[in-house]
């Protein structure tokens, strides 16, 4: 090799070696510097943290005494006896004489429940009749009395990036003695002599494999376990073993003893709960004990730290007698090193393993997750790393809610023949959605954008567009109400309009709508083409009223998405998103009065500090009388019209609403509400098949299943209509004598603004 190739070899070899120490001495400066900052920050893993809105517990509402204390125990609350003082997260159960003695009040008190929170220390007395329905509440030390009281927000999800993860970040003065003697003693005997890396501990681990001829153990300290967890990957290569023990002589200089143990704690992690990853002691156990790790005793912890090692070999459920042989070697160890005596040992070996584990609620909701997700990046939140998120979410309306589109789409795709046959000759799978909400306060209580989040997590409740066919028909007719006729008459539910063949001439274009049903009949009343969803009478009506003008009144309900003046529009030719559909419900159930609907309270950031907070705004859009003679005759729907198998569903509560189908059997839809909650059902295919479901046959049944659940809570209400209207009986009569067909003609109870309008 000639002496020119030699030196550029040595170039090139220094060069390498140079680029390696700038490459190294980056990577320790920029580790230094985040170990700092975590440090600071005291939380190395900061995952999003998500929080359900709290349980509201409200006047009228059903619940039981046994309830209240199966809730309150959930949620680690202390019974007491009545009548002791309450602390923060205390609760008592009274009968009617103790109830009765702190009010004075003592009708229609059965029983009661007296609780203060843990936050606020808010004290609070809910009253119960015979029924199981709450009769009054009253609040503070004063007994003031109220409408509704509240629990505790709970964490229902917790991300760290994408990956699902449940963490309780505990102190390290919180962790009983025995689960810190227990990790040490198994883990790393010599942690409070070394300095990040045990040469003898290295030495050990190296021989034990060489003799077993493999991998026998690891060597590794507990400073280079946190650091190969929070800042490397899981790979054995000499690579990575430098770095990692590199990591921590530099962890060690900067972090305490106290701080490196506690941050182990509270990152290792300790198994699998579905598709989250179970983080540290305190989400351990309450993940395999149901207790808060100040509550755990000497086996508990030294299974703890058995699992350490490897959580899928040593889980307690599945694998018992892992698990008790490698909690037997964590317990000999605790003795080997003086932490133990042989009686305690003997002890803790005798004690019973667990045989439930806890599941994560988190798994009930991860299309509100994603929801929630992409509204904070429309807000410019786009880091979540350690932000606190609360939101609308209430945790029993959305399991209600996932489970009605789950059992639906598997009753049509086992049952319905035109569904069956798109699944088995095209491989298509059918997708739902479902929103619902809490008119009242505007809140989202439960979002799920299709049949399962982790095979397809595309979430059409918020994403999607789809034509909305006759779920538009109600702004229709609203409009109509609001607007006289040509020649001045008010428009009422027994307004007649013409039910004939139509056909309509516009930019040298023909439209000529038709009936489902195909048939035309005499004029019909209002009320009657809303129920049955008729088409021609709809479109007549738009047109007399005005495109623009129902355009307007959808703008002000909440529409945003772009309408066009076609004559199709008043039959819901056009494309809307379903939140947006939620939006018009939600003020019509509330006789219009609108607010934003809110998906996301607040959000607080690392630190604890308010970063975002919703702000509702109310409005007003139009007169209540008007969406009151509206909600009379939408009642129809769910009692005798397209709606009327709910009832056959089991639901029975006094609701309005409306069924949507597109002319191409696309998609399929049902909205409706009670005084107290407001939803709607979406079904369809992705790519727009035809599945031959109507809003009655796809949407309503899943919307019946969520509802007739939901409404178990709630007392069967009237709306609260203005005083100024008035109901009037159209007897069945007076339809038969309209030509209305004897098999749709009932009594029928309507709502009118005046008493002149028959």
Known sequence: MSSKMKWFNIKLLLVGVLTLFIILFLTIAYTDYKIQNMVREKKFLAPTQYYSSPVAFFVGQFRSQSSFKEYFENKAYRQRPFGSPLQNGDFSLGDSRQCSSLTQKTSEIFSCVLYRTHVKSQLNLINLNELDQITSIFKEEEFLPALVAHGEAELFAQYLGSKPTQQIHTEIGNVPRYCLDAIIAIEDPQFLEHRGFSPRGFMRALWANIRNAGYAQGGSTITQQLVKNYFLTPEKTITRKLKEIAMALIFEFRVSKDDILETYLNIIYLGQSGVFEVRGYGSAAQFYFQKSIDELNLSECALLAAIVNNPGRYNPVRHPENAKERRSRVLEKMVEHDLLTSQEQEEANKAPLPIKLKPSLSASAPYYVDAVNKILKTKGIEERSGLSIYTALDPVAQEIAEKAVTSSIEYFEKSIPSIKKIKKEKGLKLQAALLASNPITGE???????????????????????????????????????NDTDSGLERHPMTLINNSPYKLEYDNQTWEPRNYDGEFSRPLPLFFALKESKNVPT??????????EIIETARKLGVKSDLKEYPSLSLGAFELNPLEVLNVYNSLSQLGRKQELQVIKSVKNQKGELIYEHEPLIEQVGEREDYAVLIGMMKETLISGTGAYSRKMGFSHIAAGKTGTTSDTRDAWFAGFTPFHAAITWVGYDNGTSHKLTGASGALPIWSRYMREIAKIYSNREFDFPESVHKEIISKDDLLDLGIPEEKSKDTELIFKNSSDL
């Open 444 to 482: 989202v209580v439960a979002i799920v954008g299709g049949r399962n989040f982790k095979t397809s997590p595309f979430n059409r409740a918020i994403e999607s567009q789809r034509q909305v066919g006759s779920v538009f028909k109600p702004i229709v007719y609203l409009t109509a109400i609001q």
């Open 539 to 548: 479109a007549r009506l738009a047109m007399d009223t005005g495109l623009d």
